[in-house]
Each structure stands twice: as C-alpha cells, then as structure tokens.
C-alpha cells in the first residue's frame, strides 16, 4: 500500500474514515463512550503526546500505550489516527496491536483482573485462579461483564513471583492465592 511519508503531527479527524477498513469495528458501548467534545479533548491529548515525541524513533508502542490510557481501549478510528501521524500504515499499527496482549480494541471494563500466567504463577496453581475469577464473573478470558465493570485477562510475569499466583486489579495486586479467596477480592472493588 502506498503510505504517506509525511512527519507533519495535527489532528485530522474527518480523515479516518476510509483508510484500510479490514478490522473489525470497535462494537459501540451504550453506557462509556465519550461524547463528541470529550472525544476531541482526548485525540488533543494524544496529538499533545505524539507531538512531544517528535523526531524520535520506535515511538509506537509508546503512542499506544498512551493512546489505550486515554481512550480506555484503542477503536480503530484512534488506531487510523496514529498510523496517519505517524506515517505507518494501518496494518502495521493493528499488528502491534494485535500481538501484544496489553492492548485492546474493545472498551475497557471499570476493573481489569489480570491473573498472571508467568511460570511461578502457573506452577503455583494460577489456572485455578483463573477458573474461579471465571466462575465467579461468569466470564471468559478476554472477556468482560456485561455491566462492564470487569474484564478478565492473563498476563505475562508482573515481577512479584514470590507472591505466586498473583492476579492485579487495577492498581492493586492480590498474591498468594488460593480460589477460596477470589469472591471476596472481587466484593471489593464496587
Ligand atoms: S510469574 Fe507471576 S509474578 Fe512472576
């Protein structure tokens, strides 16, 4: 595909639509989403991001990842908007997305509960963790409730293996599981 080499970094949000649709839609929430002037305050802030960046190299995980804080998730309009700032195309944006499990392209829940699938975790019994949160959510991995107030994820080693397992909620993390724990973890967070 032909791709704009352009550096130049400004908002151009009547531009997104039409720019290589083979993703999936982002599904529209009823309850979350922003409105039109929150929407534009927070592409300003991504543009405010991506402008302190200039000149840099290998900024797009950053971009992201500072992206998915502000949106929540990363909606294929805000993945067409940072491929066009940042001269890539927009199947190398979704690639990134896609490979990392950090990033969603779905609205976020008000609370993720990521459950460590590192090796001490795992050895540990972390799968049993997740079958729990699982039961007790009556979700899947991947997953979120229906009154989006949490999702479900695995994560890669978080570093606190002598907790093992360990799951984190928000900016909390619970270790030294055991299944019989999880309900009244998850009563606390409202
Ligand atoms: S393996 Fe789970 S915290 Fe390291």
Redesign the pocket.
């Known amino acids: 595909m032909e791709q704009e080499r352009t550096i130049e970094i400004r908002h151009e949000p009547e531009t997104h639509r039409g720019f290589e649709p083979e993703i999936q839609e982002r599904p529209h929430g009823n309850c979350c989403c922003p409105s039109p002037q929150e929407q534009d305050q927070l592409y300003r802030r991504l543009d405010e991001y991506i402008d302190s960046l200039a000149g840099q190299e290998g900024v797009l995980i950053r971009v992201l990842h500072h992206a998915q804080n502000l949106f929540g998730h990363l909606a294929r309009e805000v993945q067409i908007h940072i491929a066009r700032r940042l001269s890539l195309s927009l199947a190398e944006v979704y690639g990134v997305v896609s490979f990392y499990h950090y990033f969603t392209t779905e609205p976020k829940a008000k609370y993720t509960v990521e459950v460590?699938?590192?090796?001490?975790?795992?050895v540990k019994g972390?799968a049993n963790i997740i079958a729990e949160v699982e039961k007790e959510l009556g979700i899947k991995v991947g997953q979120m409730t229906k009154d989006q107030k949490f999702g479900l994820q695995v994560s890669?080693?978080?570093?606190?293996?002598g907790?093992?397992?360990?799951m984190v909620i928000g900016e909390d993390i619970h270790g030294r599981l055991k299944p019989e724990m999880v309900a009244d973890i998850l009563k606390q967070y409202n």
């Open positions: 460590c699938m590192g090796t001490a975790c795992y972390a890669r080693c978080i570093g606190a293996c907790l093992a397992p360990v």
